[in-house]
């Protein structure tokens, strides 16, 4: 008998699924088969090359000193710079301009987005140490996009993005050395935090922290597992390579100024602290403090940066080098300290304030007018993404929030210590996720606390290269919380 058109379609209708199907399970089975780490890495360098090829190369004025360091090394030769700054940033820039042109910033943008698009996969490997759900370190991992101000650094030739990506670089090869410790292993999470230390000397004592924290949390482990021996050797050598680097730098500031330090510049970075209180120091200074005096009275009282401005006046009249200049600051740093205590800690916790609560908007939304040579602008990259509809979407909600919020940024440190308690507690069969969390938050801590007891200026700038990893475990770990009270109900639903 002749058939309808519509049981036509429907005898069809089970041919077409058969035909189909088994693309379709094949296409799903061969996604499953693919890591997630790889989704991680691809979405990320994704998202780093839609964004970077709207942007520009942002420099200010210490882009400048690195670069004048850069050419001191291709010259072969000492420079006064380097009792201030040690050579790892300005070797980057030196290797960056012989391969592929002097001077080349779009260069160096490039690169280190390339490096910055590793950030969530090195996360979501920090992060699989916590988490034994490969999607939640994954969200965790790619929260770190949801920052624009870490993702946009790398637009800028400051320590800032180098000295925060090479810092997680050491953390997650030392949480992993250290679980299956190795002398080999230990070597090279070593000479990851040298090169660390080499951008920013600022991280130096956290490396102990990191081995102090791993012997008292893993040593009953390593006793069990008969790996006492392997990971003392793990840990000695971690330390032995840094230290390695630092005394390697130190001879050449020694060979040069006669201090066998890796950088001079804490005398003259703290009178951002004691400059408020100059007056005060005695007259074995008089005439440094009296010329500091009266050139921060010239700036109606503001003494910060005081020593970048008029350092090279007060060093002429002491017949002194800026670094020997610092040296004598930090001598007067020390007594007027210890001599007014209450004054230094009442600018400690302003800074603290400070350091949480500041705008970073004129690292990666503005031109510094200093560098360029012209006014304030806006950045390629804000424009591109103020503009964009999905990215203006997407951090908008971010940036009222979080970033425009003092209040909310007030409370994150309380927030951080809160989460990590939960985490720590609900990890107790979880040695590596309880290690991990204790070095995160740590690292965190101990980066925001140097800052604040040193320096009381550019917070804005000064808090990055931690700001990516706080908003990350942030994210993190209230999935990992929401994730353990929906199986607390569904255990009581179903039980």
């Known amino acids: 008998p002749r058939m309808s058109k519509r049981s036509k379609l429907q005898a069809s209708r089970p041919l077409v699924r058969t035909e189909f199907m088994p693309r379709r399970v094949q296409l799903l089975r061969y996604l499953r088969r693919i890591p997630i780490w790889v989704f991680v890495a691809a979405l990320s360098a994704v998202w780093y090359t839609f964004l970077i090829s709207h942007a520009q190369p942002n420099r200010f004025p210490d882009t400048g000193s690195y670069t004048l360091l850069a050419e001191a090394i291709r010259e072969r030769r000492w420079h006064s710079g380097f009792t201030f700054r040690p050579p790892g940033y300005p070797g980057f820039l030196y290797l960056v301009f012989t391969l592929f042109g002097w001077e080349n910033y779009h260069a160096v943008m490039v690169i280190q987005a390339m490096l910055g698009a590793s950030i969530p996969l090195l996360l979501y490997a920090l992060f699989r140490l916590i988490s034994d759900k490969?999607?939640?370190?994954?969200?965790?991992?790619?929260?770190?996009?949801?920052?624009?101000?870490?993702?946009?650094l790398v637009t800028v030739p400051l320590t800032e993005f180098m000295?925060?990506?090479?810092?997680?670089?050491?953390?997650?090869?030392?949480?992993?050395?250290?679980?299956?410790?190795?002398?080999?292993?230990?070597?090279?999470?070593?000479?990851?935090?040298?090169?660390?230390?080499?951008?920013?000397?600022?991280?130096?004592?956290?490396?102990?922290?990191?081995?102090?924290?791993?012997?008292?949390?893993?040593?009953?482990?390593?006793?069990?597992?008969?790996?006492?021996?392997?990971?003392?050797?793990?840990?000695?050598?971690?330390?032995?390579?840094?230290?390695?680097?630092?005394?390697?730098?130190?001879?050449?500031?020694?060979?040069?100024?006669?201090?066998?330090?890796?950088?001079l510049q804490l005398g003259a970075s703290m009178t951002n602290h004691t400059g408020s209180m100059m007056e005060l120091a005695p007259d074995e200074f008089a005439t440094i403090r009296d010329i500091f005096v009266a050139e921060r009275n010239k700036r109606g009282g503001d003494h910060i940066n005081l020593f970048d401005q008029a350092g090279w006046k007060i060093a002429e009249a002491t017949t002194t080098t800026l670094w020997q200049l610092s040296l004598e600051f930090k001598k007067i740093n020390k007594y007027l300290i210890s001599h007014y205590p209450e004054r230094y800690f009442s600018q400690v916790l302003k800074a603290w304030d400070r350091i949480w609560t500041e705008d970073s908007h004129y690292i990666t939304d503005l031109t510094d007018p200093y560098a360029t040579g012209r006014p304030f602008e806006l950045t390629a990259l804000f424009r591109f993404v103020a503009s964009n509809p999905f990215t203006r979407v997407l951090y908008r909600p971010f940036e009222e929030l979080v970033w425009e919020s003092p209040t909310f940024l007030?409370?994150?440190?309380?927030?951080?210590?809160?989460?990590?308690?939960?985490?720590?507690?609900?990890?107790?069969?979880?040695l590596w996720g309880r290690l991990a969390i204790v070095l995160i938050v740590g690292t965190i801590f101990y980066h925001m606390a140097v800052h604040v007891l040193v320096q009381f200026t550019e917070f804005g700038r000064y808090k990055l290269p931690v700001q990516g990893l706080w908003f990350s475990f942030i994210i993190f770990s209230l999935m990992c919380l929401f994730d353990a009270i929906y199986g607390r109900v569904k255990d009581r639903i179903t039980g």
């Open 410 to 430: 007030r409370w994150v440190p309380w927030i951080l210590l809160i989460l990590a308690g939960f985490l720590f507690v609900v990890q107790k069969d979880n």
């Open 163 to 263: 000295s925060g990506y090479t810092m997680l670089l050491a953390m997650v090869a030392f949480l992993y050395a250290v679980r299956a410790p190795a002398l080999w292993k230990g070597a090279l999470a070593g000479g990851a935090a040298a090169w660390n230390f080499l951008i920013r000397p600022s991280f130096q004592y956290v490396y102990w922290y990191w081995v102090f924290a791993a012997l008292i949390l893993c040593w009953r482990w390593a006793r069990e597992q008969n790996l006492r021996k392997p990971s003392l050797l793990c840990a000695a050598a971690f330390l032995t390579v840094i230290h390695l680097g630092i005394a390697t730098w130190s001879y050449q500031v020694w060979r040069h100024t006669g201090v066998f330090a890796p950088s």
């Open 134 to 152: 490969k999607w939640i370190a994954a969200l965790g991992g790619f929260a770190f996009l949801l920052d624009r101000y870490s993702v946009g």
